[in-house]
DNA sequence: TTGAAAGCGCTAACAC
DNA sequence: GTGTTAGCGCTTTCAA
């Protein structure tokens, strides 16, 4: 059943030109006359030929193949920035190979080790977390291109990201313009190294001559709505009580949402709820929920195209470039 | 600052051995002595080597990677399988790339040879179109295990899916059990030839005495929750008015479920609602949503698991296998 | 117990 | 214009 694949050899035999000549056919050499050229392209046409990838991959040392990491696929974020990664990269002309650590540091190794031997160009990675970078900076010194999709900026990587310390610090900034002084942050990534939105809230309490205590950190141990749901609780038994409450992903949001919904807690009058994402279920929610917009389109353009950059220049030394791109607000019926 | 990547010649010339006793010593030969062994072995992990595997893959003739070609990616479930394919075989040891169709019969093709000149060993494949998978047979006779998600039995693929015939089904026997006998279903793949969930809610309704035209169908243009939201009104204004909604994913009905609240219009009092996939959403929403349980975890280690198979005996003749998984009824509070 | 040589399918330098 | 040859890094006969 399995028909031998159609290798070069078999369009150089039926054609009679040499191998050689089409691979120089097929890939558009303008030394060889229209004529031949046109010949060759009929016959491998009409064969079914394919090149073979693997063969060109080893003889050019590039497999125009990259490896995305990811930490937790559910998150519709992360799902959006790989599906956009992914359009992009195919547009020019690279696969794609993925996988998810699922914040686990030792899958992010076995991840990037697995890359490494496949021979992929260029590494696309959300970090698990971000005090524990040195093995990827590892990996870029031994000469592999890798970007990053969280500000790590501490470390050698190169980054292109959303600044979410700024788009923390403008979603508690508009809960304090509301005139909220109490506030809850749910924040699963913190206890990772991630501490960019925290300290962002912070700084917009401080600003505002607020002290940072009235910012209580609550770990919903995740990012889902499952997660959301279960926390909101938690969050509003604090005391003094919270006026209001930043989910740092919309899914958490949207559970504490719903969790409001159940529980007779009026949104926004007894609880603001911010989100962050501005994932389309924000819109679309029992409550419309304000959030501030993470930009996956955008930051997936930049790095790919940066990473593209850096593949192509593989031997041009150069320094770290850090892209931040600033959120923003998007207000809506929850705050 | 690129360092010349660690090859089989650097430990032999390292260790004194050729090229050939290393190979032999890395991959666990009987052959050699254990002290032979211990002293390559020690000196490939000094030396960091990581096995080319673009060479070995050509020589093998096997790139141990498969490609996962899915629709939208966007889909909590779909994503949720991806997931677990991925880990799945990446505990197998094989690699995943991956593309996302977005439902474009064109992007399925190109995805499909994109892979094949990759050699990949074996595809999985949610098909866009039910009635279009003849390009994609056409692979499979050429050597290529390919294994559907999705039930298209009346080509000629290897299929592992969830039963959604049976699964819708029992939804909509659900709601005629309640009483119901007007029913809306927002299905948007139905136009893109997967009517099983239509079929399946067509024959609860003829099953139980009632006209098939009682069931209406509508196309939400989408499978998200704002497709949802956008669509309930159109349902709501059918006539006669239907009482219950089955909404053929939970996003869908997570997007109607919102619709209702912001209307007015009491779950399940005045609008039952059903979902599917039962998305970990769907218990967590504003009023938690009856479905059907799509067992996305089943479904993948069958899946990779019959496509190893498939891969592994590659030369053996089979008759095509059909696996379909029967899906249950989880009821909860908007029925 | 170890090594030499051929070859996977392709590309590139160099002939003719 | 087109063909010959070597070689990418690895595995696999076959010898020694």
């Known amino acids: 059943m399995a028909k031998p694949r159609v290798r070069l050899k078999e369009i150089a035999e039926s054609t009679g030109y040499s191998v050689n000549t089409v691979s120089l056919a097929l890939r558009g050499s303008p030394r060889l006359p229209e004529e031949t050229r046109a010949l060759i392209l009929k016959e491998a046409e009409r064969q079914n030929y394919l090149p073979n990838h693997i063969a060109r991959s080893l003889k050019n040392q590039a497999t125009h193949t990259i490896g995305l990491v990811l930490t ?124 960019d939105k925290v300290e962002g809230a912070q700084k917009a309490l401080s600003d505002a ?21 279960r926390a909101a609780q938690k969050a509003l038994e604090q005391s ?54 993470y930009a996956a389109d955008k930051v997936s353009s930049y790095a790919v195209a940066r990473l593209i950059d850096m593949i192509e220049q593989r031997d041009v030394i150069e320094d770290k470039i850090i892209t931040l791109i600033e959120p923003d607000l998007v207000v809506r019926s929850s705050t």
């Open 72 to 195: 937790d696929i559910m998150n519709p974020t992360i799902t959006l920035a790989a599906r956009t990664i992914e359009q992009q990269l195919a547009n020019a002309g690279y696969g794609v190979m993925f996988a998810a650590s699922d914040n686990v540091l030792a899958n992010e190794v076995k991840a990037l080790s697995r890359f490494q031997s496949y021979q992929v160009d260029g590494i696309i990675i959300y970090p698990t977390n971000r005090n524990e970078t040195d093995h990827i900076a590892a990996i870029h010194d031994s000469g592999m291109p890798i970007l990053a999709l969280a500000d790590v900026s501490k470390g050698k990587l190169n980054v292109v990201a959303v600044d979410d310390r700024m788009g923390a610090y403008k979603a508690v900034e508009h809960l304090i313009s509301k005139g909220h002084k109490q506030i809850a942050i749910l924040d699963g990534a913190y206890s990772l190294g991630h501490s």
């Open 209 to 229: 001559g607020l002290p940072v205590e009235n910012l209580r950190i609550i770990n919903p141990l995740g990012s889902s709505a499952a997660h959301g749901f």
């Open 240 to 293: 003094p009580r919270p006026t209001a409450l930043f989910a740092t992903t919309d899914s958490l949001g949207i559970g504490v949402l719903n969790w409001c919904i159940n529980n007779g807690v009026n949104v926004p009058g007894d609880l603001a709820v911010v989100g962050y994402d501005n994932t389309e279920a924000s819109e679309y929610c029992s409550i419309p929920l304000t959030t501030i917009n």
